[in-house]
Every structure is written in structure tokens, then in C-alpha cells.
């Protein structure tokens, strides 16, 4: 089995919301413990931003993080997906849909089920990060399961199968096997 989910993970879902969190925690305490409060007419404008830090950040991470999914593992002709501690196997032709948003942070892979799982009808995973973005990648997992090669036929990877490209769907749809 390969990993196809990013390996931060981890720290894109534990980790960085407790630093987050914590840091304005602190920062709150520090506003409201400190000397400088007392003597201040009211510490509620050093509070004001704090608390806007945590309505936004816990909006942001419900919509960009908390739902990605732990892990993803590619086994062949089925996905294992991994989420605090359940285990789904969904095989590829249940997929229906695959959305790659790598515009954002964490890059995101979304896969619509054709059936619903204990995981939901769509799993979202964070795809692997290149610390060089633009430094053409040996062999990528995205790329290698759900990539099309530049003339239009398929690569390989297990994805492709449930996945052809439209110039691959028409060429099927005519009875052409090679190029016509």
C-alpha cells in the first residue's frame, strides 16, 4: 500500500489548532492578569482582536481542515481511508468525482462516493505538499492515480480506469482503440 494522503496531516489537524488557540489564549490571560489592565480604564480593546482570531480561525479550520479525513491509502483497486480510528475501504469504481483544489492551504483531494460510507458520501483528504511547488515531481500520488498525460490517453494508475479523460471517453465512444 502506498500513502496518498499528505503527511501533514497530523500536524494540519492537531497540532497547528492547539498552537493557534493556545497562543490567543495566552494572549487573552496576558490582556486580562497582566498590571497593565488594572490601571487601563478597560482591557476590552486588547480583547477585541483576540476574540475575533477565534471566531475566524475555528470558521476557517472547520471549513479547510477538521473535515479532512486522516489518512488515505491506495491498495490497488481500492482506497483504505482512515479517520480517527475507523477504517473504510471504498472501492474505485464507487468514486464518482475527484476535485483537487491546490490553490489553497493545505491542498485538498475531494472524492464523491457513488454510495454513502461511515465516513460520509464524500471524503476529503489534504494532498501530499512539495516543499519545491514547481519542481517536477518523480512520482507524485495524485498525479500517478488520477493524472491523463498530455496527449489525451491515460496514465497509469488505478484511477484512470474509473476516471478517462474526455479525449479517451471519445475515443471509446467511436470503437477506436489507438489514436483515431
Same mark, same amino acid.
Given at each position: 500500500m502506498r500513502l496518498v494522503s499528505s503527511k501533514m496531516t497530523f500536524f494540519n489537524k492537531r497540532v497547528f489548532p492547539a498552537i493557534w488557540f493556545g497562543f490567543l489564549a #495566552?494572549?487573552?490571560?496576558?490582556?486580562? $492578569?497582566?498590571?497593565?489592565? /488594572?490601571?487601563?480604564?478597560s482591557p476590552?480593546? #486588547? =480583547?477585541?482582536?483576540?476574540?475575533?482570531?477565534?471566531? $475566524?480561525?475555528?470558521?476557517?479550520?472547520?471549513? =479547510?481542515? $477538521?473535515?479532512? #479525513?486522516?489518512? #488515505?491509502?491506495?491498495?490497488?483497486?481500492? =482506497?483504505?481511508?482512515?479517520? /480517527?480510528?475507523?477504517?473504510?475501504?471504498?472501492?474505485?469504481?464507487?468514486?464518482?468525482?475527484v476535485s483537487y483544489s491546490p490553490f489553497i492551504n493545505p491542498p485538498r483531494v475531494t472524492l464523491s462516493l457513488r454510495r454513502p460510507t461511515i465516513l460520509g458520501d464524500e471524503i476529503t483528504f489534504g494532498a501530499p505538499v512539495r516543499l519545491v511547488p514547481f519542481r517536477k515531481a518523480r512520482s507524485s500520488p495524485i498525479s500517478s492515480t488520477a493524472s491523463i498525460s498530455r496527449a489525451g490517453s491515460p496514465t497509469e494508475g488505478p484511477l484512470n480506469a474509473a476516471f478517462p479523460s474526455g479525449a479517451a471517453r471519445r475515443r471509446a465512444d467511436r470503437g477506436c482503440d489507438s489514436g483515431c
Amino acid at each position: 500500500m502506498r500513502l496518498v494522503s499528505s503527511k501533514m496531516t497530523f500536524f494540519n489537524k492537531r497540532v497547528f489548532p492547539a498552537i493557534w488557540f493556545g497562543f490567543l489564549a #495566552v494572549f487573552i490571560g496576558i490582556a486580562l $492578569f497582566s498590571g497593565a489592565g /488594572r490601571n487601563a480604564a478597560s482591557p476590552l480593546p #486588547v =480583547l477585541i482582536a483576540p476574540a475575533i482570531m477565534i471566531v $475566524f480561525g475555528y470558521v476557517i479550520m472547520k471549513k =479547510l481542515i $477538521f473535515d479532512m #479525513v486522516d489518512e #488515505v491509502w491506495d491498495d490497488g483497486d481500492t =482506497l483504505v481511508v482512515k479517520n /480517527r480510528g475507523q477504517e473504510q475501504r471504498i472501492a474505485l469504481g464507487d468514486i464518482k468525482n475527484v476535485s483537487y483544489s491546490p490553490f489553497i492551504n493545505p491542498p485538498r483531494v475531494t472524492l464523491s462516493l457513488r454510495r454513502p460510507t461511515i465516513l460520509g458520501d464524500e471524503i476529503t483528504f489534504g494532498a501530499p505538499v512539495r516543499l519545491v511547488p514547481f519542481r517536477k515531481a518523480r512520482s507524485s500520488p495524485i498525479s500517478s492515480t488520477a493524472s491523463i498525460s498530455r496527449a489525451g490517453s491515460p496514465t497509469e494508475g488505478p484511477l484512470n480506469a474509473a476516471f478517462p479523460s474526455g479525449a479517451a471517453r471519445r475515443r471509446a465512444d467511436r470503437g477506436c482503440d489507438s489514436g483515431c
